[in-house]
């Protein structure tokens, strides 16, 4: 069974501090690891992809995978009220005959406080 | 590039209707996806296509969902007949396969969807 669980929160965090958001999934075969940003009433927009075990930076964030404990994290530094919004994990995997699909978590709801 | 788009965005209809949501993904994109997300269930993959041909349609609910992807630019998702624990906001996401490297999915804006 595949499975993407993350905290629903909120988490809410004051303006200027790091977010830690952490997302963990169920199939080991999994390959790709994608953080999705979902503001209220949109659609979710791809903020970062991971393939490797270690740290992906882009910015103010920072993407870390950890396959050996099936983990995968999305830390935002310097937290804004714009980053105010769900974030979505998924996770991917290639089935024999498939050419692959994302999983989702239910997402984590961040609140950033001015 | 437009983006993918969805139509209509918002539709309002009534039990036992038929209703059918359009998708017409970025020029040059060989996968296409529909979603379904509720508070309750989140985000969930109801069918996908890769060059036209249904892949894996696992997670249509029943009987009552069918999808079409007559070519690679239009994709439809019927609901026949609608009930009202169908309503939800569905999106089409599409993206560009190579291989086994699964590239980023962009989604459309959603079809807000309510059953009364």
């Known amino acids: 069974q595949k499975e993407v669980e993350q905290n629903s929160g909120p988490l809410s965090v004051p303006e200027g501090a790091i977010a830690s958001l952490n997302c963990t999934y169920s199939?080991?075969?999994?390959?790709?690891f994608f953080w999705y940003r979902q503001y209220s009433g949109k659609s979710p927009e791809l903020i970062m992809s991971?393939?490797?075990?270690g740290d992906k930076e882009d910015g103010r964030f920072t993407a870390q995978l950890n396959k050996a404990s099936q983990y995968v994290s999305l830390l935002i530094r310097d937290s804004q009220p714009s980053d105010s919004a769900t974030y979505l994990c998924?996770?991917?995997?290639?089935?024999?005959?498939?050419?692959?699909?994302?999983?989702f978590g239910k997402g984590t709801k961040l609140s950033v406080k001015p | 590039d437009a983006g993918v788009i969805q139509s209509p965005r918002h539709e309002v209809t009534e039990m036992g209707q038929e209703v059918t949501l359009r998708c017409k993904p970025i020029?040059?994109?060989?996968?296409l996806f529909w979603y379904r997300q509720t508070m309750m269930r989140g985000l969930e993959l109801l069918i996908y296509?890769?060059?036209?041909?249904?892949?894996?349609d696992s997670g249509m609910p029943e009987d009552r969902f069918s999808a079409k992807m007559p070519n690679a630019s239009f994709s439809t998702l019927k609901i026949q007949p609608s009930e009202p624990r169908d309503s939800a906001v569905y999106f089409c996401?599409?993206?560009?396969?190579?291989?086994?490297?699964?590239?980023?999915?962009?989604f459309g804006p959603g079809t807000r969807l309510l059953v009364l």
């Open positions: 996401a599409s993206s560009l396969v190579i291989l086994l490297d699964q590239e980023t999915q962009y």
């Open positions: 199939d080991r075969g999994s390959q790709s």
């Open positions: 991971i393939y490797s075990n």
């Open positions: 998924a996770v991917n995997k290639f089935d024999e005959g498939s050419q692959g699909n994302l999983i």
């Open positions: 020029s040059g994109h060989n996968s």
């Open positions: 296509f890769n060059n036209n041909v249904p892949i894996d």
